[in-house]
C-alpha cells in the first residue's frame, strides 16, 4: 500500500512561489495498491493533477474504476471533482462515498457543484458512471480487499475519518477537525467562539469524549496516521470554533491510539514553505526521542507502507 | 485610473513551479480611480491577495477601504466558480463596517446574490450564509448598455458569447481613457460581432481572454473562450492601444504562455496592427491609465 499527496492544503488553493516546494492544491490523497483499482480520499484540486496521470492507462480507454472516499463535502475536499477528466470519458466508473447528509442525497448536494451558473457541464451529463455511497457514521465495508472503518469527527457539517486496512497495513485520514476539547462543532453556526480552555456544557463533554474515543479506537496501530494540523497553538486559541487541530492534538490522538507515524496535513492557506518547514522542525525535535515518526505531507510525496517508509 | 492584476487563470487555480511568472490564481483586477475608490472585477482566488494588500494599506484607496471602513465595488462577469471563488476568503468581507456593491448580469439566471448564497451553504462552507459576513453587501442587477457611475468611473457593460451561456464585458471610463475588461470570451468561429467590436473600439487597455492556443481551439470551439488568434483579431479590428492577455488554460507553463504572447504579438503585425502593443498579464502587474 503506497500513499501519494496531490494536495495538502486546506481552505483554498494557494498558487505562489512561497507554496511551491509543500504544494497550493487542496487536499487529495491516493492510495495505490498493485492490481487493484485507485481509492482516492478527498478532491480538492490535486484532483486534477491526478485524474491526468489516470487517463494515460485504462481510463483513456473508458475501461478505468476509482474509488473515492470523501471525509467532507467543503469546497477545499470537493472543487477538484469537476476538472477529473476520466469523468469525461464513457464507460469509466467513480464509486464515491461519503457521509449521509441529512436530509438530502449525496448525489444532490454534490450536484450543486455543477449546476448551470458555476459549471458547464452538469453532473449527471457526465459521460462516466458515477455512483453515490452514502456512509453511516462507524459503518464497515470492503472496497476489493481493502476494509474500510469510518467515524465522525468534530467540524462544522461534520466530516468523516477513515481507516483503511490492507495486507497488514494500516491507514487513517483525518481531516478536518477541531480538538476534542473546547466546543463541539455540528449544524449550528458558531459566531462567537468559547474561551479556550473554558468550562463545557456537560452534554457537550460526554459528546466529545466519545467522539475522541472513537477516533482513538479507528487510528488504533495505526502504520500512518493523516492529520489535520492547520493551526499552530496559537492559531487555535482565536480559532476552536473553525474545526481545525494543532499538531500538538494530532500527537496527542497518535500517541493514544500507538500509531507508528504521524503526518502532518492541510496546511493553513497562508503558510509559506519556510514556516511549514519550521513548524515541522519544531516538533520533529520535540518527537526526537519518541518511538512515533513525523512527517510532513507535501505534493508529490509517495509514503509506500510495505517498505517501512512509514 | 490604475489598473492592478491579482488573478491571471481559467477554470480552476493552477499552482506550482510552473506558473509562477505569470501566476496561478484565478480571475481578479482592480481598478482604482483618481478619487481612490476601489473597483474589483471578478473574484478569483486572485481575489485573496488583494485582500490581504488592502488590510495591509498597500493600496492608495480611499478611505483605509478594508479595514471596517469605506465602502467598494465589485463587478462580476458570470457565476463560473472560478470568477466567484476567492470571495468567501476575501478578508473585508468579514470586517463589519466595511460595505460592498456587487453588480452582476440582471438578465440570466446567476442573479449575484442566490449565486453568492449558494456558495455560502453549509454543506460547502462554514459560514453558513451571507448573512453571517460582517460587511454590508448590496446587490445590483446590471442590463446590457446601461450606463452607471461609481465613483469617478463611468461603467457600462455589454453581454459576450461563453459557450451556452454569456458573460458581461465591463468598459470602465475616466477622464477619457477606456479600459475593456473581457475575459471568458467566445466568439463564434467568424470572429466576433461588429457591435462588440464597436464596444472596445479605441479603448486604451483591452483585458481579453486568451486561454487557448489556435490548435486547442480548433478541439473546444464549443467551451466559449478565446485563442491568443481570436483576441488579436478582436484587437486589432478595434485598433485598442495596448492588448493584456488573460484567463490562461491551467495547464499552461510560463513558457507556453511566452510564446502564446509572442505569436500573438506577430499575429498583430500580420494583421497590419503593430501599433497595438501585446503583453501577457501577471499577478502584480500595475497598468497606469
Ligand atoms: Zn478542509
Ligand atoms: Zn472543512
Ligand atoms: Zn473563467
Known sequence: ?310 | MRVDVWGVRGSIPAPGPTTNRYGGNTPCVSVIDTKGHLCVIDMGTGIVPLGTALLQKSLPVRDDFGAGKGNATVLLSHGHWDHIQGFPFFAPVFIPGTKLSIFGNARTADRVEALLEGQMNPQFSPIYTLKNLGATIRFEGVREHQCFRVSDLEVSSMELPHGETSVLSFQIKEQGKTLIYASDAGYSASGAPDDVVEFYRDADVLIHDSTYTPEEQELRRNRGLSSYLDAAAVAARAGVGKLVLFHYDQDHSDDIVDENVRLCGQELERLGAGRTEVVGAFEGMQIDI
Open chain 1, 1 to 310: 500500500m503506497r500513499v501519494r499527496f496531490w494536495g495538502v492544503r486546506g481552505s483554498f488553493p494557494v498558487p505562489g512561489k512561497q507554496t511551491n516546494r509543500y504544494g497550493g492544491n487542496t487536499s487529495c490523497v491516493e492510495v495505490e495498491i498493485d492490481g487493484h483499482a485507485p481509492i482516492v480520499i478527498d478532491a480538492g484540486t490535486g484532483l486534477r493533477q491526478l485524474g491526468k496521470r489516470l487517463v494515460r492507462n485504462e481510463f483513456l480507454d473508458g475501461k478505468g474504476l476509482v474509488h473515492m472516499l470523501v471525509s467532507h463535502t467543503h469546497w477545499d475536499h470537493i472543487q477538484g471533482l469537476p476538472y477529473f477528466s476520466p469523468l469525461y470519458s464513457e464507460g469509466n466508473e467513480l464509486q464515491l462515498y461519503a457521509r449521509q447528509p441529512g436530509d438530502t442525497h449525496l448525489g444532490a448536494v454534490l450536484a450543486h457543484q455543477n449546476d448551470g451558473p458555476y459549471f458547464p457541464v452538469p453532473l449527471d451529463s457526465l459521460k462516466a458512471r458515477v455512483q453515490f455511497n452514502e456512509l453511516l457514521e462507524g459503518q464497515q465495508f470492503d472496497i476489493g480487499d481493502v476494509r474500510v472503518r469510518c467515524t465522525r469527527l468534530n467540524h462544522p457539517w461534520i466530516a468523516m475519518a477513515y481507516r483503511l486496512d490492507y495486507g497488514g497495513k494500516s491507514l487513517v485520514y483525518c481531516s478536518d477537525t477541531a480538538p476534542f476539547r473546547d466546543i463541539l462543532l455540528e449544524h449550528e453556526f458558531i459566531a462567537t467562539p468559547p474561551t479556550v480552555g473554558g468550562p463545557l456544557d456537560t452534554k457537550h463533554a460526554i459528546k466529545l469524549h466519545m467522539m475522541r474515543e472513537k477516533l482513538v479506537d479507528l487510528c488504533q496501530g495505526a502504520d500512518f496516521l493523516i492529520y489535520d494540523t492547520q493551526f499552530t497553538p496559537v492559531e487555535y486559541e482565536s480559532k476552536p470554533h473553525w474545526g481545525h487541530s494543532t499538531p500538538d492534538d494530532a500527537i496527542a490522538i497518535a500517541r493514544e491510539a500507538g500509531a507508528k507515524t504521524l503526518c502532518l496535513f492541510h496546511h493553513a492557506p497562508a503558510r509559506t514553505d519556510d514556516q511549514q518547514d519550521e513548524i515541522f522542525a519544531t516538533y520533529k525535535h520535540l518527537l526526537r526521542d519518541d518511538n512515533l515518526e513525523l512527517l510532513c505531507a507535501a505534493e508529490g510525496m509517495v509514503v509506500d507502507l510495505d517498505k517501512g517508509d512509514a
